[in-house]
């Protein structure tokens, strides 16, 4: 037998990154959503004209501007992992700072939105495409309020020197969950926005 | 315990800002193609193309799933897969889809 094959392989021992609890929580999300993309596409399926014409009353403006917030906050905050992963705590403060800020974006472009519908006669009862619309978005919209709260928390724990270059996990825990929650707004984007 | 010694994480900004760059650029590319080519018939295969590289975009140097524990490498591909898919099949497929799925 070749000298190799006796030497046994390394065990892989790829990580779990920020920690196991958060990755039991993003799971969860995950699975949440694929029930309620279900919920959609049976919904498209069944009544695919109402789901052509319905992209074509929303505003798109809003879609988008919600869509580059998200992407950006995850940006920034990937950006404040990769600085304190090199002992940068105060750069990665700062990035953590703007991470928030565009994050708070979020709320205020879903309210501008929600009143632009309403004012033009969009609401939960005006069809089966807004229907499952405000139910994937509003569900949206309660997680990453929960995301926006932890940013807050983890800046908080930041700012008392909570993070260092060797112990970041929960810093890597919160930009985790979020990351998550920006892959789920790009999926719902594609189904509301782009799809007419 | 998980070992996180022998990963290779990255702290350089360059790779996140190319993917933050695709982001927004296949945003707005998508857009153009939900009103370029409104009512062609491949229109949602482009559409699905580019669902799943802005997901995986973000796994891919956002997360770093790569890098991750397979479990996470797993869900995080299934998850990111699932959505194009369906939006396949439930544009050449729906009226199947819809009789199957019909209490």
């Known amino acids: ?196 | 315990m998980i070992d996180s010694t022998n990963t290779a994480q990255s702290s350089a900004l360059a790779p996140l800002t190319y993917a933050w760059l695709g982001l927004v650029l296949l945003t707005l590319f998508g857009l153009g193609v939900g009103q370029w080519f409104r009512g062609v018939g491949w229109q949602p295969l482009l559409v699905a193309a580019i669902v799943w590289v802005k997901s995986w975009l973000v796994c891919r140097y956002f997360i770093e799933s790569h890098l991750a524990h397979p479990f996470i490498t797993k869900v995080m591909r299934a998850f990111i897969l699932f959505a194009p898919i369906a939006l396949i099949l439930t544009a050449f497929f729906g009226s199947q889809f819809a009789r199957w799925a019909t209490l």
Not at chain 1, 112 to 122: F, K, Y
Request: proline share 3%; aromatic share 16%.
């Open chain 1, 1 to 196: 037998m070749p000298a190799h094959e006796l030497i046994p392989e390394a065990p892989v021992t790829r990580r779990f990154p920020g920690n196991k609890g958060i990755w039991v929580g993003i799971t969860c999300e995950l699975i949440e959503f694929l029930v309620l993309f279900i919920v959609y596409f049976v919904s498209r399926a069944h009544f695919p004209d109402a789901f052509e014409a319905g992209a074509e009353r929303l505003s798109r403006v809003s879609g988008t501007v919600i869509t580059l917030l998200m992407v950006t906050s995850s940006f920034f905050i990937a950006c404040s992992v990769a600085a304190i992963r090199t002992g940068q705590r105060r750069r990665s403060i700062y990035w953590l700072v703007a991470g928030l800020v565009v994050s708070l974006g979020y709320p205020v472009a879903k309210i501008m939105e929600i009143n632009w519908n309403l004012a033009h006669g969009i609401n939960g009862e005006s069809g089966i495409f807004f229907t499952v619309y405000y139910y994937l978005t509003f569900n949206h919209f309660v997680h990453a309020t929960w995301g926006i709260l932890g940013i807050l928390w983890v800046l908080a724990r930041h700012l008392v020197g909570g993070y260092t270059a060797e112990d970041h996990s929960g810093l890597e825990a919160l930009a985790s969950y979020w990351h998550a929650t920006d892959i789920i707004w790009l999926i719902i984007f594609s189904f509301f926005y782009v799809l007419a």
